[in-house]
């Protein structure tokens, strides 16, 4: 089953606007992740949060993570159209059963037109 | 992609013939994990390892096994494809079991 859920499935924006993604998910966690994937490629890591974190940033990423609601948001400023890309969120459960595991939501379908 | 690589690329096969997918790393990364990629599913974890001879089970293990017995070489078989085992396979390794580092993918497509 599905531990991630990302909002919204598909998103299509103008290069230089800011993009917001959104990532729902249902156990508690030790992490959480996001991931790109280009078109027929691999998936990229981008940045991991820890459940004790609450927002990190990494270049034009910014990721916030509330536990209480169990939902995370990736947003990328000033988009260009390199980002366009599929972006998935992935949790890695704090359950012994979950450990060592990630487990991946459907991803987000980001179009960035120049 | 860098320090995975798997193989091949792409295969087509028939319902009832085994197939074997191979991950190979250069990083010497204790665990690695085999996903498959479908429309609508996202990644689903078909099997792990977290170290030489060591595997269990993900959440889409049945028709599929595993083996690792070099750290650097964790193969994906499927001992009778079926159709519904075509797919996108990706490989992942993990020093820390957190960050993963996917490969390039496997595209099966079973006949």
């Known amino acids: 089953s599905q531990q991630g859920e990302e909002d919204p499935q598909a998103l299509s924006i103008q290069e230089g606007e800011n993009a917001t993604m959104n990532c729902s998910y249902k156990t508690s966690i030790n992490n959480l992740q996001w991931y790109r994937q280009n078109s027929g490629r691999g998936l990229v890591h981008l940045i991991l949060i820890r459940s004790n974190e609450r927002e990190k940033h990494s270049g034009r990423l910014r990721v916030t993570l509330d536990t209480s609601k169990k939902s995370s948001s990736l947003l990328i400023t000033a988009s260009r159209a390199a980002d366009t890309a599929s972006y998935f969120c992935?949790?890695?459960?704090?359950?012994?059963?979950?450990?060592?595991?990630?487990?991946f939501g459907k991803g987000t379908k980001l179009s960035v037109i120049p | 992609d860098a320090g995975i690589t798997q193989s091949p690329r792409h295969k087509v096969t028939e319902t009832g013939t085994p197939v074997t997918l191979r991950c190979h790393q250069t990083e010497n990364h204790r665990y690695m994990y085999w996903y498959r990629q479908d429309p609508g599913h996202g990644l689903r974890l078909i099997h792990y390892s977290y170290g030489v001879k060591d595997t269990d089970k993900g959440e889409v293990s049945d028709g599929y096994s595993v083996s690792r017995s070099k750290t650097e070489d964790f193969l994906l078989t499927l001992e009778s494809a079926t159709s519904s085992q075509t797919s996108v396979y990706f490989c992942?390794?993990?020093?820390?079991?957190?960050?993963?580092?996917f490969g390039p993918g496997t595209r099966l497509l079973v006949l």
């Open positions: 992935a949790t890695e459960s704090s359950s012994g059963a979950g450990s060592y595991q990630l487990t």
């Open positions: 992942a390794i993990s020093e820390s079991a957190e960050t993963q580092y």
